[in-house]
């Protein structure tokens, strides 16, 4: 398949560079986490599940079923289409964690609707897909010190990172944190749908034959049920500088 570069992230190259890799289902925390992780440490913060959402909304806009993964993977190899990921301006400093651009165009909120997160836990189990979203992620952990959240970060595509988190937290918690923030966003939806989504889902992610969500053997398993964002985060960084004293 071909491939291209996400040409908007800019890379600063470090000769001892320090790789922060969690993995989590949805609503763990690993994002807002991530992103406070990396603004404490000076980090690169890459979100790898928005390039996936962004490659979901492509297939949606182009009309192609996210079940028919012969069409998905050909409209990629035919259009490459292009995902860039940035830090918000403080034009664009909005809630987001990071800026989403798709072919040029801010889809940084379009991409966190329901009806995406549902496409992409279906679009992820292809190979093809995932060929094309890998190399970008792969090449940015290893060129500068990064905080790198998603499903398969810490067994596939940072598999020797220096510090390999598994986030997790009790499902009923994290459907509520879901559902606050589908609503904070005027999205109709009840608990129940959310919690009942969100079920599916994990287990669609963990059952996939291609990177499933799994914990990595040597992974730090940190389970935030009951802990804010602020505490996670202090205890990761805590841990970090730890390990970059030895």
């Not at 806009?61 to 259009?79: A, F, G, Q, T």
């Not at 109709?188 to 996939?208: A, I, N």
């Amino acid at each position: 398949m071909k491939r291209t570069r996400c040409g908007s992230i800019s890379l600063c190259m470090d000769k001892k560079t320090f790789q922060i890799a969690i993995d989590g289902p949805v609503a763990a925390g690993k994002g807002t986490t991530a992103k406070m992780v990396a603004q404490r440490l000076g980090y690169l913060y890459v979100d790898t599940g928005a390039m996936y959402r962004s490659l979901t909304l492509y297939a949606k806009n182009s009309k192609v079923d996210w079940n028919d993964e012969d069409e998905i993977v050909k409209l990629l190899e035919n259009d490459l289409p292009k995902v860039a990921l940035s830090i918000p301006t403080e034009l664009e400093k909005d809630g987001r964690l990071c800026t989403v651009k798709l072919n040029g165009t801010d889809v940084s909120w379009q991409i966190r609707t329901e009806e995406i997160s549902q496409g992409v836990s279906v679009i992820t189990q292809y190979a093809g897909v995932r060929d094309y979203i890998t190399p970008l992620a792969r090449e940015i952990g290893q060129r500068q010190n990064v905080v790198m959240e998603g499903r398969d970060i810490t067994t596939v595509v940072l598999p020797d990172a220096d510090l390999k988190i598994y986030m997790d937290a009790d499902p009923k918690e994290r459907a509520m944190r879901r559902h606050r923030e589908l609503m904070s966003r005027g999205e109709d939806v009840s608990y129940e749908e959310v919690f009942t989504q969100l079920v599916e889902r994990d287990k669609r992610d963990s059952e996939r034959t291609i990177a499933p969500l799994k914990k990595a053997q040597n992974a730090w398993i940190l389970d935030t049920t009951g802990m804010t964002i602020d505490e996670v985060a202090n205890m990761i960084v805590e841990r970090v500088n730890k390990q970059r004293e030895i």
